[in-house]
């Protein structure tokens, strides 16, 4: 029942959005990619993640300059983890 609430109230939301709907919805993903990330979302069903990552920023719970830098965060996470194994895999030739 609370998962037809909440999808619910995305769906209005989004309904009622007023600005570009499609620069929303990239964004969404985006978050819904770092929250993902996120330890308390690892065992999250990933299209609850979307659902609460448009609530939050259709909603205006975060805001661009945060996902922009959530976003650069894993990014720079990701790239460190693929330097180091680059340097590994140069070790083991």
């Known amino acids: 029942m609370k998962a037809k609430i909440i999808e619910e109230d995305v769906e209005k939301l989004v309904c009622d959005y007023k600005s570009s709907k499609y620069n929303a ?3 969404s993903m985006n978050w819904a ?3 993902k990330k996120l330890e308390e979302y690892q065992n999250i069903p990933t299209t609850q993640i979307i ?3 448009i609530e939050d920023v259709i909603g205006g719970k975060v805001s661009l300059k945060e996902i ?3 976003v650069e965060k894993d990014n720079a996470v990701l790239e460190a983890i693929a330097a ?3 340097r590994k895999s140069k070790k083991i030739k």
Do not use: F, G, M, N
């Open 25 to 27: 919805a990239v964004l």
């Open 84 to 86: 180091s194994k680059k």
């Open 68 to 70: 922009t830098e959530a």
């Open 33 to 35: 990619r770092h929250l």
């Open 51 to 53: 659902d609460k990552a």
